[in-house]
């Protein structure tokens, strides 16, 4: 967080559901001033209001959107890229929808890295790309997220080394099993859920609000020599 007599602003995409609300309400909590963005109008609206959290529409495969969403920012501090998708029922396997996916997940990052730098760089702020237990090994079911969260993973370490000089530091939260809306049916079929938490050696289901905490971390002055980093938010899935 910077030392500003004004509030700190973090831009968080996808911070209307899931894993991106937890880091929206954490940054708010913390306070930052947060502008968090939803793909539709539907989400946006759905979202509960908070104080210090303002909403708006963004489509990060857009570059008119996400240059207009930058410019009407009067500084960034933080930049967090939670916008992502996952494609069900072995669809990664077509090219289109392997296509989107990869659209998403990792062009749309660096998409709002390159339109924020500036302001990032006016601030000595700082990034948090959310990579994935997959920017570690494969799946025989998504290859189209697997290949997108671990090319967020190379963007990640590449932007650090490359923008260090501008003082921006580029780091990446890699979530485990995260009970959000959309891992609801597994966190509510016991068979299901049963190999995840054995494989988990704590044993339960991570919360958004976990994440949050992490993203907060790696955006503080406690990881002012830190960057480059990906670091597991997994309850040990990975250490095992």
């Given at each position: 967080?910077?030392?500003?007599?004004?509030?700190?602003?973090?831009?968080?995409?996808g911070?209307?559901?899931?894993?991106?609300?937890?880091?929206?309400?954490?940054?708010?909590?913390?306070?930052?001033?947060?502008?968090?963005?939803?793909?539709?109008?539907?989400?946006?609206?759905?979202t509960?209001?908070?104080?210090?959290?303002?909403?708006?529409?963004?489509?990060?495969?857009?570059?008119?959107?996400?240059?207009?969403?930058?410019?009407?920012?009067?500084?960034?501090?933080?930049?967090?890229?939670?916008?992502?998708?996952?494609?069900?029922?072995?669809?990664?396997?077509?090219?289109?929808?392997?296509?989107?996916?990869?659209?998403?997940?990792?062009?749309?990052?660096?998409?709002?890295?390159?339109a924020?730098?500036?302001?990032?760089?006016?601030?000595?702020?700082a990034?948090?790309?959310?990579?994935?237990?997959?920017?570690?090994?494969?799946?025989?079911?998504?290859?189209?997220?697997?290949?997108?969260?671990?090319?967020?993973?190379?963007?990640?370490?590449?932007?650090?080394?490359?923008?260090?000089?501008?003082?921006?530091?580029?780091?990446?939260?890699?979530p485990?099993?995260?009970?959000?809306?959309?891992?609801?049916?597994?966190?509510?079929?016991?068979?299901?859920?049963?190999?995840?938490?054995?494989?988990?050696?704590?044993?339960?289901?991570?919360?958004?609000?976990?994440?949050?905490?992490?993203?907060?971390f790696?955006?503080?002055?406690?990881?002012?020599?830190?960057?480059?980093?990906?670091?597991?938010?997994?309850?040990?899935?990975?250490?095992?």
């Open positions: 967080m910077t030392s500003s007599s004004s509030p700190p602003l973090a831009l968080v995409t911070g209307t559901r899931g894993i991106g609300a937890g880091a929206a309400l954490a940054l708010a909590e913390a306070g930052y001033q947060v502008l968090a963005t939803g793909l539709t109008e539907d989400e946006v609206a759905a509960p209001a908070h104080a210090a959290i303002r909403h708006a529409r963004l489509d990060v495969t857009s570059d008119a959107e996400v240059a207009a969403i930058v410019a009407g920012c009067e500084r960034i501090d933080a930049l967090v890229n939670c916008a992502g998708m996952i494609q069900r029922g072995g669809k990664e396997f077509e090219i289109e929808a392997f296509r989107l996916t990869v659209e998403v997940n990792l062009t749309g990052s660096m998409r709002m890295c390159l924020a730098k500036d302001k990032l760089a006016a601030s000595k702020g990034i948090v790309n959310t990579a994935s237990m997959l920017t570690f090994h494969g799946s025989a079911y998504a290859p189209g997220y697997a290949a997108s969260k671990g090319g967020v993973g190379q963007l990640t370490k590449s932007l650090a080394a490359a923008w260090a000089p501008d003082g921006i530091r580029v780091n990446a939260v890699a485990g099993w995260i009970a959000t809306e959309l891992t609801r049916p597994l966190v509510e079929d016991a068979a299901r859920s049963a190999p995840i938490l054995s494989r988990t050696p704590m044993n339960r289901w991570g919360e958004p609000g976990d994440v949050g905490g992490a993203v907060l790696l955006l503080s002055d406690a990881a002012r020599f830190i960057t480059g980093a990906i670091l597991p938010v997994d309850g040990g899935y990975l250490a095992v």
